[in-house]
């Protein structure tokens, strides 16, 4: 599984390279002492109470939580005569925290909104902190969970002492070893568990008993809808479904009655193409299907099939190198709407420009550069991939939302995130709503209001 790490912004260390002046240790009183006063000195020690070492003095440092089960069968270093657990490859204890400078402050103890559930959150103890499961010990998913833990912790940092302190525990898969991490740090003391970055992960803690005590998944478990989820179990994702419903949506509220949808066979693309027909079935209404192969020369013939149909809008169910390749044949007079899926808004405007008036939804992070949110975190320090980047803005905001839970807000009032305006709804599914964008002469920009 992997040691964890904690996180506690709000602690500083005494500045490296203090000393003491020379003088103060080679320095002594020049007065000679007799045996007898030495004598008198020893039997004082023994005689007077103990009154300054009764108690131990206060440290903002203290013996950890356990990250994750020890694996079978293996005995831990320890330092002689400590018994402390030492990590060999870093020569530190594996059991050090830091504790905050203040207590996070317990979630309200009133009375629950009426109609609602009330959140189970615990109260703060000096154990208190939040545990991040991530799979960044996974082959497959390790580099797209790192992305999201430098998201999590770059929002600790900017928290700074007003963070509880996070324990970032390193899992090689969201099955079984996901459950036992997460058993464990509840077991520590979690005020909440944050995990599971994939729909599998998220159906193993909604069927696990992890899901008695407060934990937020990343993702959306599968075959069980909202209002079914356990009672302390909150999902958030990035789910490309919720976003194909809200441009649906959006071109309802444009006038659009009559949609003509463009797909491929790519999983994710028939995943976006059936959440957008649900969506549009249940709101306007008629749908024609076009199928697009992949092969570029199949254009003309699409152009064809889009100028003698009926609709009154497109939607492109495709990633962007087919919709790069589609945009030019759809008649100008067809008005185009997209979901991320088709749009890569860190590419180069010389590629975009073929997809020139596409209207879409997308995250703050990537088209409000100005945004109160967005201006306080940092980009990512190393170069990523529009994938990575998402995730790492998602990163933060599952941060910034564990906090909102803790606090008591989360049924109060929604979360103004860096990946959208978060929003608790009935059955514990927090949906994100994204800003509307279009594409102008190649970039990305918060769609204009008519």
């Known amino acids: 599984m992997g040691v964890a790490t904690t996180y506690n912004p709000g602690w500083s260390a005494a500045p490296r390279g203090a000393s003491y002046a020379p003088g103060a240790l080679e320095s002594a009183p020049p007065f000679p002492m007799s045996r007898l006063n030495a004598i008198l000195l ?23 939580r356990a990250a994750g089960a020890a694996r079978a069968g293996a005995q831990p270093a320890t330092a002689a005569g400590s018994g402390l657990d030492i990590d060999p490859a870093t020569g530190l204890a594996r059991t050090t925290v830091v504790r905050p400078l203040r207590e996070f402050p317990a979630p309200p103890t009133g009375p629950a909104t009426p109609g609602t559930t009330p959140e189970r959150v615990p109260g703060a103890s000096a154990r208190g902190h939040l545990a991040l499961i991530l799979p960044t010990a996974s082959p497959v998913l390790g580099r797209l969970a790192e992305a999201v833990r430098q998201g999590f912790v770059a ?70 809808l909202p209002p079914d989820l356990p009672r302390n179990l909150f999902t958030v994702s990035l789910s490309i479904e919720q976003e194909a419903r809200q441009v649906a949506l959006m071109a309802v509220a444009d006038g659009r009655r009559s949609a003509i949808v463009i797909g491929s066979s790519s999983p994710l ?19 024609r299907h076009v199928d697009f192969s992949g092969n570029p020369e199949d254009g003309p013939l699409l152009r064809d099939q889009l ?144």
């Open 269 to 287: 693309a028939r995943r976006v193409r059936e959440a957008f027909e649900r969506e549009w079935s249940r709101a306007a209404g008629e749908i």
């Open 155 to 224: 929002a600790t940092q900017v928290a700074g002492k007003d963070a509880p302190p996070v324990d970032v525990i390193p899992v090689a898969d969201e099955g079984a070893t996901m459950i036992e991490a997460c058993r464990n740090a509840q077991a520590a003391g979690a005020l909440l568990v944050i995990a599971a970055i994939t729909r599998d992960g998220a159906t193993a803690l909604a069927k696990s008993d992890c899901a008695r005590e407060p934990v937020l998944a990343l993702n959306e478990p599968q075959g069980i």
């Open 307 to 450: 100028e003698s149909s009926k609709g009154d809008m497109v939607f492109l169910a495709l990633e962007p190198v087919d919709a790069r390749a589609v945009r030019p044949y759809v008649p100008a007079a067809l008005p185009i709407y997209a979901t991320s899926l088709s749009v890569n808004p860190r590419a180069e405007s010389i590629v975009n420009l073929d997809l020139e008036g596409v209207r879409y939804v997308e995250m703050p992070w990537f088209v409000q550069p100005d945004h109160p949110a967005v201006m306080v975190y940092p980009q990512p320090s190393a170069p990523m991939s529009v994938d990575q980047e998402r995730l790492y803005a998602f990163g933060i905001d599952a941060f910034r939302l564990a906090l909102h839970m803790l606090r008591g807000d989360a049924r109060r009032t929604p979360l103004d995130g860096v990946t959208g305006r978060i929003t608790l709804e009935s059955g514990n599914a927090f949906l994100r709503t994204l800003t509307p964008a279009d594409v102008e002469d190649g970039r990305v920009v918060p769609l204009r209001s008519p």
């Open 42 to 64: 020893v039997v004082l020690a023994f005689v007077v109470p103990s009154a300054f070492s009764a108690g131990e003095a206060a440290s903002t440092t203290a013996g950890a």
